[in-house]
């Protein structure tokens, strides 16, 4: 993860090293104390390196034309998952609404593999999305995901774990996953990956 960061740019103020831990990076390396580690991670059984990064302020790059937008996102897991699925589907961005969790929040760093650091992160609401088609995912309404036909601008909407997204959320067109038993729904960060790639798979053949 650490080299990941630093291939993409990002600044590591400091890493933080277990005893008998070394790092082949030209960053600070500061060597900790036994147990020390095991203290101050964050998880139980952590990795023998900790680094302090420099948090970048992202935009969406004004060429983007496919985005992944998550609604009120409270989990940190579906999150890291999420725009993980977007850089390997080719997303040029992922947009978290407000009130959704901190996209620096360990867990969803963790969970996105490294993608974080690559893929653009940025907080707007979906009205300032306009310029954008907004297909957004419900688990009972709308056209069949792979009906729509996903070029130009495309913004694929996804909402929160427990709620999904108002019916008044500005969304131009509903699209859904259908799904066979009795559950609700699919997890969001499931859902999410399953429409990324059928824009994907649209996309690639124009």
Do not use: C
């Not at 009906?147 to 999904?164: F, S």
């Not at 038993?181 to 649209?202: D, H, I």
Request: charged share 20%.
């Amino acid at each position: 993860m650490l080299q990941q960061a630093v291939a993409a740019g990002w600044t590591v103020e400091g890493a933080y090293l277990a005893p008998d831990t070394t790092i082949d990076l030209d960053v600070a390396k500061y060597q900790l104390a036994p147990n020390v580690m095991e203290r101050v991670a964050s998880t139980e059984s952590p990795q023998p390196v900790l680094a302090v990064v420099a948090m970048l302020q992202d935009e969406l790059p004004p060429e983007a034309t496919f985005v992944i937008v998550a609604d009120r996102l409270a989990d940190p897991g579906n999150a890291g998952t999420i725009i993980r699925s977007a850089e390997a589907a080719g997303a040029q961005g992922v947009v978290l609404t407000p009130g959704s969790v901190d996209p620096f929040n360990a867990k969803v760093v963790r969970a996105s593999a490294g993608s974080l650091f690559r893929v653009p992160v940025v907080e707007a609401t979906l009205e300032s999305l306009s310029e954008f088609r907004r297909l957004g995912a419900s688990s009972h309404r709308g056209d069949l995901y792979t009906d729509p036909v996903y070029h130009g601008r495309v913004a694929v909407v996804v909402g929160n774990e427990a709620h999904g997204l108002e019916d008044s959320a500005a969304i131009d067109q509903w699209i859904t996953i259908p799904h066979a038993g009795p559950a609700e729904s699919l997890n969001v960060a499931m859902a999410a990956t399953v429409l990324l790639f059928e824009v994907a798979r649209q996309r690639s053949t124009v």
